[in-house]
C-alpha cells in the first residue's frame, strides 16, 4: 500500500474577479479546519497560517494571483485536494 | 487656547462642545494588573470572545435571511474570526508576559493588527482595517470597557471631533438636530465629510493631523470653517469674538430660512429652477426643505464603495426607489457610476499611473456590463415611482453616449418583457465635463435629452490641476477665464436647441458666480443643499440687467484676479453678507 505524502505542495489560480475576499477565505477556512495538517498559504513573500482567519485577511490576493498551498501531515494530500477544486470552483460565489 | 490649521471645508462659524468619536484609545480605564490577576483576566478574554462570536452569529443569521446579503458574508468571515485561536493566544501572552488588563491586551493587540492594513498597498485591504476596528469594538465591549456613546444619540448639540468619518456615519449623524460640526484629522478638500457637511450647512474642518489627540469630550471649540481655524478651549477675548460671529451667522441663516417658500426669480420675473445635489436618499428631504424644486445630480457612487461586491440591482433599485418616493413629483437626476477602479474595494483593480484619465466613470461602466446593467435596471425600474432622469458622467466622445445609450435599450427591452413597470422614454443627460463634451456640447445636445456641466472636473481637467495636491491646488479656480468662456461657449452653442442645460458643480452653488453664471445663460443650477439659500437670495436681488453688464464685464478681464475681485464686488452689492 502506498503511504500518503505527508509533504504536499500546489498551486493554485485566484479566478473569482473580485478576488480572494471574504466569502472565498471563510469558505476556505471552514474547509482547512476540516484537516489535522499544518496548512500555508503563500502569496509572494507572505506566508500565512491557512487554518489562521486572522492571517487570511492578510492575504488579500487579487484575481489573478498564483498562490501556493502548502500542507504538513497525515491528511496533506487531501487537504491539498479539497482547497485547490475551491479555488477551481471560483468558492461557488459566481 | 491651541489654535490649529486644517483645511476648511464648510464655511460658518461655531462655539460648541466638543464630542470625539473613535479615539485611537478606547476609555480603559486600567491598564496594567497584578500578576495574581491574570488568570482572571484570560477569562474575561475568552468570555468576550465567545460573546462577541454569539452575537455576529446572530447578526449572520439576521442578514442570512435578506437575500443576497453581503453582510451576511462579512458577519460570516467575523465569526471565523473571532473562533480562530490565534488571536486569542496573541492576546493571553500579552496578559501573561506583559501585566496587561484584558481590555488594555485586546486594545493593544487589535491596534497593531489594525495598522497592518493601513500600510497595504491594495485599497481593497486598507478599507478591512475598518473590519478589524468592528471586531475590536465588539471586543472591548464584552471585556467590559465603557461603552462609547453611539453615533445615532446625540443627546445635546455638540461638535463631533473624529480620526476620519466614514460615509455611514456621517449618514446616521446627519439626521440629528444636534450636530453643530465637524472636525477630523484626515480628509480633503473633497472628502465625503467635505462634501457632506456643506450640504448640511455646518462648518468642517478637516486634515488636521492630530486633532482627536488634543481635544477631550467636553472641551469647548471654535470652528472656522471659512478659514480652517479650530481653537480648543479659547480665551475669553476669542470667545466673545467667535460667539458674535456665530450669533451673526446664526441670524444671517435665520433670515435666509425665509426664502424657503418663495420663488427663486430675479427682480424682472426671470425664473431660474434650483436643484439640490445628493449623495444619499436620506438627503433629499433635506435639501427640500431649503427650497430645492428638485435633485439635480443623485451621486450613486456610496452603493459601490460599502461593501465587498457590487450592490445588486435590487439594492440600487431600494435606494433609487427611498430617492425617488422622498422628492416626490419633483424630477431625480441619477447618475450613473462614476468611480475608478481605485475606490470600488471589490474591483479587479490594476495600478493606473493616471487614473484620473484612465478607466473610470462610463468607461468603466461601458467595459463591465455586467455591473452597468443592474444599475441601468434598477434606475428605470425606479422610474416607475416618479420623475427620473438619467445621467452619464464622464462623456468624452459620442460613441460613448451612443453605447450608453444602447445598453440602456437593450435593458428597457429586458425589463419590458419581464412585465415590469418604468417610463418608456426616461430622459437622458450627460455630464459635460471634459473639455471634449464641452467642445462638441453641440453635437453631444442632439442626442440627449439635456446637458449638465460639471465644473469639478471640468475645470480639473481644462486647467490641467489636480486639486487634491496641495503643490497646485490653488491653481485650481472656477474665475479662471478659460473656464469662463468654456462655459460661456458650451451655452452659446447650445441654447438653440432643444436640451435643456443645467450646471451641477461646485460653482453652480458658488453665491459669487450666481449673477455671472445667470448672465451667461444658465437657467438651472444644481447645489448642495446648505447653499440654496443663498443663492436664491442673490438671484432675488439682481435683475437680468445686472447680470448681463457683469457677464461683459466679467469676460473682458485676463485674470482669475480680477474675475474674483470683480465678481466678489458686485455680490457683496446686492447683498452685505455674501
Not at chain 2, 450627460?430 to 449638465?452: G, H
Request: contains cysteine; hydrophobic residues 40%; glycine residues 6%.
Amino acid at each position: 500500500m502506498q503511504e500518503s505524502p505527508r509533504h504536499v505542495e500546489k498551486e493554485v489560480r485566484v479566478l473569482n474577479s473580485h478576488g480572494f475576499h471574504m466569502r472565498p477565505a471563510t469558505e476556505f477556512v471552514t474547509e482547512a479546519g476540516k484537516y489535522a495538517c499544518q496548512i500555508q498559504v503563500i502569496n509572494g513573500p507572505t506566508v500565512v497560517d491557512g487554518k489562521s482567519a486572522m492571517d487570511l485577511m492578510l492575504l488579500g490576493a487579487v484575481h489573478g494571483t498564483v498562490l501556493k498551498l502548502v500542507a504538513d501531515g497525515d491528511d496533506a494530500e487531501a487537504a491539498v485536494l479539497a482547497l485547490a477544486k475551491l479555488f477551481e470552483e471560483r468558492f461557488h460565489v459566481e | 487656547m491651541p489654535l490649529k490649521r486644517g483645511i476648511g471645508v464648510s464655511t460658518g462659524v461655531v462655539v460648541g462642545t466638543a464630542f470625539v468619536l473613535d479615539t485611537e484609545e478606547a476609555r480603559i480605564s486600567k491598564r496594567l494588573i497584578r500578576p495574581e490577576r491574570a488568570p482572571e483576566e484570560l477569562a474575561v478574554v475568552e468570555r468576550a470572545f465567545e460573546a462577541a462570536r454569539a452575537e455576529v452569529a446572530e447578526e449572520r443569521e439576521n442578514f442570512a435571511a435578506r437575500a443576497g446579503s453581503e453582510l451576511a458574508d462579512i458577519f460570516g468571515f467575523h465569526e471565523h474570526w473571532l473562533a480562530d485561536q490565534k488571536p486569542r493566544h496573541e492576546i493571553n501572552s500579552l496578559i501573561e508576559q506583559k501585566r496587561y488588563s484584558a481590555t488594555y491586551a485586546i486594545s493593544v493587540f487589535m491596534r497593531r493588527y489594525r495598522r497592518r492594513f493601513s500600510e497595504m498597498s491594495s485599497p481593497y485591504l486598507q478599507e478591512r482595517a475598518k473590519d478589524v476596528l468592528d471586531i475590536e469594538r465588539r471586543l472591548l465591549f464584552h471585556a467590559g470597557a465603557e461603552t462609547r456613546i453611539g453615533v445615532e444619540e446625540l443627546e445635546e448639540p455638540v461638535i463631533i471631533v473624529a480620526h476620519d468619518l466614514t460615509p455611514s456615519q456621517i449618514v446616521k449623524l446627519e439626521g440629528s438636530k444636534n450636530l453643530l460640526g465637524f472636525v477630523t484629522d484626515l480628509g480633503g478638500a473633497t472628502s465625503h465629510t467635505a462634501i457632506i457637511a456643506s450640504g448640511l450647512g455646518v462648518p468642517a474642518v478637516v486634515g488636521l493631523e492630530d486633532v482627536t489627540r488634543q481635544v477631550s469630550t467636553g472641551d469647548t471649540l471654535v470652528v472656522d470653517g471659512l478659514h480652517g481655524v479650530v481653537i480648543i478651549n479659547p480665551d475669553t477675548v476669542q470667545l466673545a469674538e467667535y460667539n458674535a460671529q456665530a450669533d451673526h451667522q446664526r441670524t444671517v441663516r435665520a433670515a435666509l430660512a425665509e426664502l424657503r417658500d418663495l420663488a427663486a426669480e430675479t427682480k424682472d420675473g426671470e425664473r431660474i429652477e434650483l436643484l439640490g445635489n445628493i449623495e444619499f436618499p436620506s438627503e433629499v428631504s433635506h435639501c427640500i426643505d431649503k427650497g430645492a424644486m428638485g435633485i439635480g445630480l443623485f451621486r450613486s457612487e456610496y452603493l459601490y464603495m460599502q461593501q465587498d461586491e457590487p450592490p445588486s440591482e435590487e439594492e440600487q433599485y431600494e435606494a433609487y426607489r427611498e430617492a425617488v418616493m422622498a422628492v416626490g413629483d419633483k424630477p431625480l437626476v441619477i447618475r450613473t457610476m462614476d468611480l475608478g477602479g481605485d475606490k470600488i474595494p471589490h474591483a479587479n483593480w490594476e495600478v493606473e499611473k493616471n487614473p484620473f484619465l484612465g478607466l473610470r466613470s462610463i468607461r468603466y461602466s461601458l467595459q463591465h456590463l455586467p455591473m452597468f446593467r443592474p444599475q441601468l435596471r434598477a434606475i428605470l425600474r425606479a422610474s416607475a415611482h416618479g420623475d427620473v432622469r438619467v445621467m452619464f458622467p464622464l462623456i468624452s466622445r459620442i460613441m460613448e453616449l451612443r453605447q450608453a445609450k444602447f445598453v440602456l435599450s437593450l435593458v428597457s427591452e429586458e425589463l419590458e418583457e419581464e412585465g415590469y413597470e418604468f417610463t418608456p422614454k426616461i430622459p437622458i443627460g450627460v455630464m459635460v465635463e471634459t473639455p471634449a463634451a464641452a467642445i462638441c456640447a453641440k453635437e453631444l445636445a442632439r442626442e440627449c435629452d439635456f446637458l449638465s456641466i460639471g465644473t469639478n472636473d471640468l475645470i480639473q481637467y481644462t486647467l490641467a490641476v489636480d486639486r487634491t495636491n496641495e503643490r497646485v491646488a490653488q491653481l485650481y479656480t472656477p474665475a479662471d477665464p478659460s473656464i469662463i468662456r468654456l462655459i460661456h461657449g458650451i451655452i452659446r452653442d447650445t441654447h438653440k436647441l432643444d436640451v435643456s442645460l443645467s450646471m451641477c458643480g461646485e460653482m453652480a452653488g458658488d453665491p459669487y458666480f450666481t449673477i455671472l453664471l445667470l448672465g451667461l445663460g444658465l437657467r438651472t443650477l444644481s447645489m448642495a443643499a446648505g447653499n440654496i439659500p443663498r443663492v436664491k437670495k442673490i438671484i432675488r436681488s439682481i435683475s437680468m440687467d445686472d447680470a448681463e453688464r457683469v457677464k461683459r464685464r466679467v469676460l473682458s478681464f485676463e485674470t482669475e484676479r480680477e474675475v474674483l475681485n470683480y465678481l466678489r464686488d458686485e455680490t457683496r452689492k446686492v447683498w452685505e453678507e455674501a
